[in-house]
């Protein structure tokens, strides 16, 4: 089978589409024949060598975390599924043509495996960083890189819980933002005076890490009320740096639930495919995100 790999870390340039053999499932696990992976800005992360504690490499790697596709085969212990089931979940080395998933959930009626590969690590990070920087139904949150994967699950999730929300996105992406549900702002000079216009902040979400930790301190008035996922240095203000996943079974529950309830849409901006990983890598290191960026296989 074809899979993308890199055996040292480095630019987009390091990864190779290679061959072989397919992974087997153990106990607990499934194999899919993945339709679509999702590319998640953790992935060029680690790809680049960055520290996170969540996801050690051990090279030659794999890459890729979320993946839509059909059950090819089943491990030891696993029931409730069965072989040719459309399945979207969180595994190991998804941009490849087969995959082992670790939490998985049916497809639902109506929704795409590229729509779907989107959803599992993103919904996973958004639900753990609401949870962990506590903001409560009436207060107000600030989410600077809102419009990416992480920052769109976050704004529809606040929403439904009766949360206002405050979103950073470049100019392009203000619109989305405000069909949301947020109230929007861009991210250039005079950024900080133009959130404030909207009220106090009882908290806020560094998704971009673009250098704003001190400003997000400055507006909530409390370290203690500031979660990066991006910005390594965040401890060095006193911020909580969250890089450690919860529980995705969980995760994809509340996914079912919220896409059932029509509370979560996440678009595809854009595919790719495998062999274009590079390419999915590099637009998405750019930044300027809509939604998701997805490979297809």
Known sequence: MKKVTFAEFGGPDVLRLTETEKPEPG????????????VNPADWRIR??????????????????????????????VEGVGIGDRVFGEGHSTYAEFAVLTAWAPLPDGLSFEEAAGYPSVMETALRILREVGVQPGRTLLVSGASGGVGSAVLQIARARGITVI?????????????LGAHA????????????????????????????????????????????????????HGVRFSGQAGSVPDALAETLRLLADGQLHIPVTRTYALADAATAHADSRAGHTRGRRVLVV
Request: negative net charge.
């Open 27 to 38: 106990p607990g696990r499934i194999r899919i024949a993945v339709r679509a992976a999702g």
């Open 48 to 77: 680049e060598g960055q520290k996170l504690g969540a996801h050690p490499v051990e090279l030659p790697s794999g890459l890729g975390l979320d993946a839509a596709g059909v059950v090819d085969a089943i491990g030891a212990g």
């Open 167 to 179: 979103g950073t996105a470049g100019a392009a992406n203000q619109d989305y933002l405000r069909g």
């Open 185 to 236: 702002t861009t991210y250039d000079e005079g950024w900080v005076e133009r959130v404030r216009r909207f009220g106090p902040i009882d908290a806020a979400l560094d998704l971009a890490g673009s250098g704003v930790i001190p400003q997000l301190v400055e507006l909530t008035g409390d370290p203690g009320a500031v979660v990066s996922i991006a910005d390594l240095g965040a401890p060095d």
